[in-house]
Every structure is written in structure tokens, then in C-alpha cells.
């Protein structure tokens, strides 16, 4: 039928008429929380690029946790700065590392049964280089060693397992980590502990803010040569085939905003669960608009958000979870 028969502004006059036909819903479970965990007691550090973001010491962070399990989000994505760095990446595997304290810590809490606690598998921010791998000298400058970093890697899955991370999520984007973290767990018992895999991480301007927040910005050169390239949407797709080939059991898009139609491609192709990370520069950037007075807060975080929903994700890796959640 055409118009006037067809009046799609029927089902729009209300809203409850708007919600009954709503395609696509958000709910505080859909969100995650990322949390950077730093040494010391009763530290809450602001990072500048992030306003509402901090550096969190482990009783500080619990306290955001149990804020978060308050407000109904799903988990909890957790990320450290160490006390000291070094090129073998110690503080990430050491079984008394900051994440690994700072989970113990949570698993006591009051928050512990209500949240997912995520697991970050990255060298990064425990390197002094601060690359995700181990660096070698080549007559042309440096490389980023694969297959050395896998054992490192491993081991920092492990770890984080071991002291009581519910999920592990390796984000460095070596070929055959998914692989060798699967082998690792189980050999030490740790069969149930999933893998949700960064399977296509794109090398993104979008991560600046995050290096400041996370003290992870290379000390040299870049991380092009083991990121992806933005402009590759079918290697993206071979990214996540072989990362559940090999044994990953969910898989995570980053960045989100500018990749919303590689989060569509893999929802059709792929029946695993699927997040995408709204970066740090997504968040900045908004931020950055609030406080001109150009963009509706409260209406923009929701939008940005739903968009993403709309595009595939299961779930959300938000800086806006929990002001999201207030307002749902």
C-alpha cells in the first residue's frame, strides 16, 4: 500500500507506542566498566584527556566496583599500571602484579557475585618500550618479535586467571596468541576460563587518551606493524575467522564509532558472542563537545551507544557505563 494508507507516524505518536516497537534496547547488563588499576591506598587520580576517569588504587577500585554492580552493568574490564616496568613485561604475569592483587581484592568484595571481571592480556603497559611484544635490534632500527611474545603472553593469561579473572582478553594482536593462551590455561586447569578475544583491533588515532590513562604510549616507532590497517575490512574478517579457529570463545571490535560496519560484517558472518569498545577518543571527543554546550549529554551517550547496539554488539566496552546505566 502507499500512502495515505501506509502511515509509518503511527507507531511514533508515544512513547510507549515507540517502545513497544523498539528494534533495538540497551540495558545497564549490556555495559562494561573499564578500570585502571595503579599502586598505592586511597588514590584517585584524574587522567586530563578522560574527564571522569582515574587511576584507581585497589580499595578505590573496589568501590567503583560495587558502585557498578549497583547499577546493574554487566562487568568490569581491568587494566594496570604497575610499579615498575621492564622489557620482559613482569609486572603482567607476576602472580603479585597490580591486576592480579586487584583481583583478589574484587573476588572478596560484595561485588564480586553480581559482575564480570574482565582480564586485559596486553604487555604495554608493563613494558619500558611500551609495545605489546618483545622488542629485538635489527640493522634498520627494531621489530616486534611474534613468537617470543606468545609465551609472555600466556603466561599473563594464566596469571590473571589463576587470581580470579572470569574471562581473559588478550589485546595485542600477535598471531597465534588466541591459540597459545588456550593451551596455557588448560594445561594449568583453567578449562572454564573463557577468551574473548581483540580480534580486530584496528592501529586507531582514537587510543590516545587511553595511552595517558594507561601509561602505555610506545617509546619508539608505532604499533602498525601488528595492529591493523583501517582501511582492511576483509582482513578483518580473517582476523576473527582464525582467532575462533582458534579456540576463542567471544570477540571484541576496537574502536567502535568508525567501524560500526566491520561490527555489522561480523555479526552476520559469525555466531559467536560479540562487544565492541567505544574508545577513549570516542569518549574524549564527546566529552569535549558537553563541555561546549554543542551536543545534548544525556541524549548523545544513549544515541552513540544504541548505534553500536544496532550494529551488531552483544555488549559495550564503555568509559560512559555507569552514567549510562543512571540513566536507563
Avoid at 576463542?248 to 569498545?277: E, H, N, S, T, W
Amino acid at each position: 500500500m502507499s500512502f495515505p494508507e501506509n502511515r509509518l507516524r503511527r507507531m511514533r505518536r508515544t512513547e510507549p507506542l515507540r517502545a513497544l516497537v523498539r528494534e533495538t534496547t540497551l540495558e545497564p547488563g549490556d555495559l562494561i566498566h573499564p578500570v585502571f588499576i595503579c599502586p598505592g591506598e586511597g588514590v584517585r587520580l584524574p587522567v586530563g584527556s578522560m574527564p571522569g576517569v582515574f587511576n584507581l588504587s585497589i580499595d578505590e577500585a573496589v568501590r567503583d566496583a560495587e558502585e557498578a554492580a549497583s547499577l546493574g552493568i554487566g562487568g568490569l574490564l581491568l587494566f594496570g599500571l604497575p610499579d615498575s616496568k621492564d622489557e620482559e613485561a613482569t609486572g603482567a604475569w607476576s602472580d603479585d602484579g597490580i591486576v592480579q592483587r586487584g583481583l583478589r581484592a574484587l573476588k572478596q568484595s560484595s561485588a564480586a557475585n553480581k559482575l564480570v571481571l574482565i582480564a586485559d592480556v596486553c604487555l604495554c603497559e608493563y613494558t619500558s618500550h611500551g609495545h605489546c611484544g618483545v622488542v629485538v635490534q635489527t640493522p634498520s632500527g627494531f621489530e616486534i618479535e611474534n613468537d617470543p611474545s606468545l609465551a609472555l603472553l600466556a603466561r599473563t593469561a594464566t596469571s590473571l586467571a589463576k587470581a580470579g579473572a572470569d574471562i581473559v582478553a588478550p589485546s595485542d594482536m600477535m598471531d597465534g596468541r588466541v591459540a597459545a593462551i588456550r593451551r596455557a590455561l588448560d594445561a594449568a586447569t583453567l578449562t572454564q576460563t573463557p577468551i574473548l578475544s581483540y580480534a580486530s583491533k584496528f592501529a586507531s588515532a582514537f587510543y590516545g587518551p587511553f595511552r595517558e590513562a594507561a601509561d602505555s604510549t610506545p617509546q619508539f616507532g608505532d604499533r602498525r606493524s601488528y595492529q591493523m590497517d583501517g582501511a582492511n575490512f576483509r582482513e578483518a574478517m580473517r582476523e576473527i575467522d582464525l582467532d575462533i579457529e582458534e579456540g576463542a570463545d567471544m570477540i571484541l571490535m576496537k574502536p567502535a564509532m568508525p567501524y560500526l560496519d566491520v561490527v555489522r560484517a561480523a555479526r552476520d558472518r559469525f555466531q559467536v558472542p560479540m562487544g565492541a569498545y567505544q574508545v577513549s577518543g570516542e569518549y574524549s571527543m564527546l566529552q569535549a563537545a558537553f563541555e561546549k554546550g554543542w551536543l545534548d549529554r544525556n541524549r548523545a551517550i544513549l544515541e552513540s551507544l544504541i548505534g553500536i547496539r544496532r550494529a551488531g554488539a552483544d555488549f559495550i566496552v564503555t568509559y560512559f557505563a555507569k552514567e549510562a546505566a543512571k540513566l536507563l
